[in-house]
């Protein structure tokens, strides 16, 4: 059982604020969701969680199982167990999904240790296979030319192999049609578990109709300032993000 | 006012390649025909008439004079061969099983490869007894554009051996004819020389690696070893021929390398040649294209990897002499630590050579902020229905990419080198061998061990 537990965060670009201190505690197997308008610092959140570095943390901690992440550099936090799903994953031309996710898995073996290719292989494979990708995108270079939707079974893709205690999914369902948008969470779906803590991010409600949270939060100017079940979900998309402004400011 | 021009008094024009010197190589001469030695003294004389390149020389531009020094070495002699092996430890399997091994310019090693009847896959001095008009024609024919007038001079006089593959008319070679020039013992000067004729729709590949011993088994560590190379490689595409080059050089970290190369490229040709830069203290490369007919095709790749405090000078022409011809040149090199590139590329296009089509490109990955790419691409154009392009970048490791791959738990070294691969890999794509392909990527890898 672990747990990713956000305490009081506050995070700038350059000298702007963005997160104004937030909290959340996500435990090994429950799916929680963030939902807020654009701006908001949803993007931020994911982003600082994975080490980026133009952002800087002036204030809270984040813990992976009782131990700060943020004194680590982005490849340790991706060791410890923390996986981001970006919405805009960057390409790399020359280098090949295979060789990447080599790479990849190589950085967590111990040193002098060798990757034992033919079994490397087989896990590929089979979990292509599970989230039913072609085995000829292997080869291709990572995101180079992708579509939007082969862009985010790539990110599923690395996530399933990478096996995260983790994973933070930043806008995983913008510029998909429903029918990528389906292959996306069935393969979320798929990796759903109890050693596998989720937080997904999200503008809108269509992705939480296919991977369904155990809990919904409302972030709004850099903070949570709702928190409920999936019910909460519906009710957003009923009265709009307006209907939050405005009980925050009655409140 | 005067300029002042460094002192070159360390440098003697002649260095270690004395009257006595050459005397002493022709001496060592057993058999060799009369116009070859006759070739040979005129080459010495025109040596030792030429001076060293100087400061003001434009084909030297930000080359490094002080370096470029003749003197310390002694001509490589075949005591000094006895060792020869044909096999390197580590070389890639495509690599290792060489169809003809140079040991200091001596033959140390052939495999007796089952060929098509008329391809000759032999040594130059077989090849000056067994086909001397071929030799007569085509041996160092071309023109010497690019600077190293003398070097060629140098080369010619000393060469005492070297591969010669010739593939007549219409025979396609399945596998590639591999070539090793190796070089061994203290401040050895060696000279090595590859001519391919391939001859109308005539099909081939052909691999030149050049090694120091230990450079490739034990990297870094090789870096005792001073030499000086001074090599020439020439190709001839006749109507119709396909010929695909490798020059793949991995010199020891103390070496002078001077590599002249010449190709030409006749009717609806096509050649593609990928030179590989690894070793060396300081290396030079001249790459000549002729484009002679209508339809003719030059593909000129290059990738290096420069470390330390490593020099790679890199100078190309692609000519343009008749209509209809393309030409299309991409060199990618890295740079690490203090390490210095110089590209300089220029695109000639004849009054009479309408609808060229003619590319050039020169990238540069900056891996340190003390490494120095210096890049001179250039054009000339004489017709006016033409489509010619270059341009030169120098970048560093995009900061985002870095991010993407350290978030997935690779080190940032490790992305980095992923990264550099990656930019490679642009170049290594055009080769249709996959096992070529992987052969020089594992190649490379030796540098990053």
Same mark, same amino acid.
């Given at each position: 059982m672990s747990s990713l537990v956000i305490q009081d965060l506050h995070v700038t670009i350059g000298e702007k604020p963005i997160v104004k201190g937030l909290s959340l505690t996500i435990n090994s197997g429950e799916v929680h969701a963030i939902m807020g308008p654009n701006g908001t610092g949803k993007s931020t959140l994911a982003k600082v969680i994975a080490g980026h570095p133009d952002y800087t943390v002036t204030g809270g901690d984040v813990l992976l199982d009782g131990e700060s992440l943020l004194a680590k550099e982005a490849d340790e936090r991706a060791r410890a167990g923390v996986f981001v799903a970006f919405q805009y994953p960057s390409e790399i031309p020359g280098v090949s999904i295979a060789n990447f996710l080599r790479a990849a898995q190589q950085a967590r073996m111990a040193e002098g240790e060798e990757l034992d290719a033919t079994a490397y292989y087989k896990r590929l494979y089979a979990k292509m296979d599970m989230l039913k990708i072609d085995r000829k995108f292997t080869s291709r270079s990572v995101n180079e030319g992708f579509s939007g939707g082969e862009k985010k079974r790539c990110e599923i893709l690395q996530m399933a192999m990478l096996e995260p205690k983790f994973a933070l999914m930043d806008e995983t369902d913008s510029g998909l049609d429903i029918d990528a948008l389906r292959i996306v969470a069935d393969g979320v779906n798929t990796l759903r578990g109890p050693n596998l803590g989720v937080l997904m991010i999200t503008h809108y409600q269509r992705l939480l109709n296919y991977i369904v949270p155990d809990f919904v939060h409302v972030m709004y100017d850099g903070r949570i300032v709702k928190s409920g079940d999936k019910t909460l979900a519906l009710e957003l998309e009923a009265k709009g993000y307006d209907w939050v402004k405005k009980e925050l400011v009655t409140a | 006012m005067s300029a002042s021009v460094p002192s070159s008094t360390a440098r003697s024009p002649l260095g270690s390649f004395t009257a006595d010197a050459f005397a002493a190589h022709l001496a060592s001469l057993d058999g060799a025909p009369a116009w070859w030695l006759e070739r040979k003294r005129a080459a010495y004389e025109r040596f030792a008439a030429l001076p060293l390149p100087a400061r003001t020389d434009e084909a030297w531009r930000f080359s490094s004079l002080q370096g470029l020094t003749l003197d310390g070495f002694h001509v490589g002699t075949p005591a000094e061969a006895t %060792? #020869?092996?044909d096999r390197i430890p580590d070389l890639p399997a495509a690599l290792a099983r060489p169809d003809l091994a140079f040991t200091n310019n001596h033959l140390s090693a052939r495999a007796t490869t089952p060929r098509p009847a008329g391809v000759v896959v032999s040594t130059l001095t077989e090849a000056a007894a067994s086909h001397p008009e071929l030799l007569k024609a085509h041996?160092? #024919? %071309?023109? %010497?554009?690019?600077?190293s007038e003398k070097f060629a001079a140098l080369h010619a006089a000393f060469v005492r051996d070297g591969a010669f593959v010739y593939v007549p008319r219409g025979v396609e070679l399945a596998g590639p004819i591999v070539i090793h020039h190796r070089v061994t013992g203290p401040a050895t000067a060696i000279f090595p020389h590859t001519l391919v004729i391939a001859e109308e729709n005539a099909k081939a590949t052909v691999i030149d690696l050049f090694y120091a011993d230990a450079r490739l088994s034990l990297p870094g560590t090789a870096a005792a070893l001073p030499h000086f190379a001074c090599g020439a490689n020439d190709l001839y595409a006749a109507h119709g021929a396909q010929l695909t080059y490798v020059g793949a050089q991995a010199w020891s970290y103390e070496t002078l390398s001077l590599q002249l190369n010449s190709t030409v490229v006749r009717r609806d040709a096509r050649v593609q040649s990928l030179n590989l830069h690894l070793g060396g203290r300081q290396s030079r490369h001249e790459s000549l294209s002729q484009l002679q007919a209508p339809g003719a095709l030059s593909e000129m790749l290059a990738l290096t990897v420069a470390d330390g405090s490593q020099e790679f000078d890199q100078r190309t022409l692609q000519i343009h002499q008749a209509p209809d011809t393309k030409s299309d040149l991409l060199y990618k090199n890295s740079l690490r630590q203090t390490a210095k590139t110089i590209f300089s590329g220029l695109i000639v296009v004849d009054p009479d050579a309408q609808r060229t089509d003619a590319y050039q490109s020169n990238r540069n990955l900056m891996l340190s902020e003390e490494a120095e790419a210096n890049s001179l691409p250039g054009l000339e154009i004489q017709a006016n229905d033409v489509r010619c392009t270059h341009g030169a970048t120098s970048s560093r490791i995009d900061p985002e990419q870095e991010f993407y791959l350290q978030a997935r738990g690779i080190p940032r070294e490790a992305a980095d080198k992923l990264l550099t691969f990656g930019f490679f890999e642009e170049v290594l794509n055009r080769l249709t061998d996959d096992e070529l392909h992987a052969a020089l990527r594992a190649l490379i890898e030796t540098q990053f061990e």
């Open positions: - | %060792q #020869a092996d041996f160092m #024919a %071309q023109p %010497q554009k690019l600077g």
